[in-house]
């Protein structure tokens, strides 16, 4: 059976985070790459907390340092990534309870639990993939719960490229030593993330463009969705 390009490359992103699980443990740990350090690891751990969750699901969570820090701040966290050996690392660090699922996985409703905020990471890489955790994500929260994305700026995310949605090539590029054969990724202008949420009935309510110490241009960009409802008021 042919496969089409579009499985071809959600294939390979799998395949690429199968191959690369140590070096990126490695990367993340010893935080070899400059603008987690400088800005963005904070300002996810910020724009969660800014939604008072207490039950917290990190949707691709990879060797799960958010998961932990979200944890130790005194939230119940559920870390789940479709790649076993990075939760076999996640689940020997301990902190909270990790476990294997995709995206689909959460789509098809095999976690049977629901949450105050679902968080993804720079964990956004595929076309398909990507639509699957947005068709999981109201399902998955509580009425007013939130999703929170953290992804590239498309602005400086583009490369000179075409600014229009489309499959683009990977590098491993400022993660150090030892990666091999990077991912590809699916590109997304700003109007095509701020529709994913709109089409998921998640409207936005927040949208945070992290800046770079150091080059004073966007890191990355937060968007955060609603549920509609609200949650239960906290003691």
């Known amino acids: 059976m042919e496969h089409s390009p579009e499985d ?3 294939a390979a992103i799998r395949s690429a985070w199968q191959g690369n699980a140590a070096p990126w443990t490695a990367a993340v740990r010893q935080q070899r790459i400059d603008s987690r350090r400088l800005v963005t690891d904070q300002a996810i751990v910020e724009a969660v907390m800014r939604q008072q969750p207490k039950r917290v699901l990190d949707a691709g969570c990879g060797e799960g340092w ?16 479709a790649e076993q050996g990075l939760i076999d690392v996640a689940q020997a660090s301990g902190g909270c309870e990790f476990t294997v699922a995709s995206y689909d996985d ?13 968080v993804c990471n720079f964990a956004l890489l595929g076309r398909g993939s990507t639509e699957a955790l947005f068709r999981a994500a109201p399902t ?7 999703l929170v994305v953290q992804t590239l700026h498309p602005h400086t995310g583009d490369h000179g490229l075409p600014y229009r949605n489309g499959w683009r090539e990977g590098s491993w590029a400022g993660c150090g030593p030892g990666f091999a054969d990077p991912a ?3 590109f997304r202008t700003l109007e095509s993330w701020v529709r994913l949420f709109a089409d998921h009935g998640l409207p936005l309510i927040a949208l945070d463009e992290p800046v770079h110490p150091l080059t004073g241009r966007p890191a990355s960009v937060i968007l955060t969705g609603r549920r509609p409802g609200s949650l239960p008021t906290r003691p």
């Open 106 to 118: 959460l789509a098809a409703g095999i976690i049977g639990q629901s949450f105050d905020t679902v």
């Open 140 to 146: 998955l929260l509580r009425p007013g719960g939130t």
């Open 8 to 10: 071809r490359h959600e």
């Open 184 to 186: 590809p990724w699916y």
């Open 66 to 81: 958010l998961s932990r820090r979200l944890t130790a701040l005194g939230l119940a966290v559920l870390g789940v990534d």
